[in-house]
T-cell receptor
Framework: GQQVMQIPQYQHVQEGEDFTTYCNSSTTLSNIQWYKQRPGGHPVFLIQLVKSGEVKKQKRLTFQFGEAKKNSSLHITATQTTDVGTYFC???????????FGKGTKLSVIP | DTAVSQTPKYLVTQMGNDKSIKCEQN?????MYWYKQDSKKFLKIMFS???????INETVPNRFSPKSPDKAHLNLHINSLELGDSAVYFC????????????FGSGTRLTVV
């Protein structure tokens, strides 16, 4: 079945440093989505990427979808303590209804 | 108004009991889901319904049975609870089954003792 690998599992950064999490799929994806889960909270949808090579920005967050539609990344510039949480990528295979989540990257920000 | 609401928020029960978790969405979405998040935070799909029709039925013990009386509701019934069932169960919905982000409920933390 489809697998979505996400690295790193944990990342500790000093406030103001940048952060990147990477996502790789074993199969070509029709779309990839990113979610944020705060400690004790539920996953919250951030964005969806559909097109090959697509880049989208949300303030300090930059999302990329690879040319082959098998990998993606989320980059946060100048992290803040409000960025703390677990970031999940989730991919949907071509023709599939199923959204498969990566294992997430837990971000800690040291003030 | 809460978009996707789950009840109860916490559930502590003994092994062998039967319990249900309810989920309702007021977004007018066609598709609803049940996900299980284990202690390592891994989110695994269990079931999905589209307009009351079961479209995803992952390999879960048949002690778990979903029911969707209408497209706004998706309930999860669990028979003969086991210690390994302890987890957070999230309900979610999306506009349709294809290309939309999911809205998650706040989760039900199930503890089996």
């Amino acid at each position: 079945g489809q697998q979505v690998m996400q690295i790193p599992q944990y990342q500790h950064v000093q406030e103001g440093e940048d952060f990147t999490t990477y996502c790789n799929s074993s199969t070509t994806l029709s779309n990839i989505q990113w979610y944020k889960q705060r400690p004790g909270g539920h996953p919250v949808f951030l964005i969806q990427l559909v097109k090959s090579g697509e880049v989208k920005k949300q303030k300090r967050l930059t999302f990329q979808f690879g040319e082959a539609k098998k990998n993606s990344s989320l980059h946060i510039t100048a992290t803040q303590t409000t960025d703390v949480g677990t970031y999940f990528c989730a991919g949907k295979g071509a023709g599939s209804y199923q959204l498969t989540f990566g294992k997430g990257t837990k971000l800690s920000v040291i003030p | 108004d809460t978009a996707v609401s789950q009840t109860p928020k916490y559930l502590v029960t003994q092994m062998g009991n039967d319990k249900s978790i309810k989920c309702e969405q007021n977004l007018g979405h066609d598709t609803m889901y049940w996900y299980k998040q284990d202690s390592k935070k891994f989110l695994k799909i269990m079931f999905s319904y589209n307009n009351k029709e079961l479209i995803i039925n992952e390999t879960v013990p048949n002690r778990f049975s979903p029911k969707s009386p209408d497209k706004a509701h998706l309930n999860l019934h669990i028979n003969s609870l086991e210690l390994g069932d302890s987890a957070v169960y999230f309900c979610a919905s999306s506009q349709d089954r294809y290309n939309y982000g999911y809205t998650f409920g706040s989760g039900t933390r199930l503890t089996v003792v």
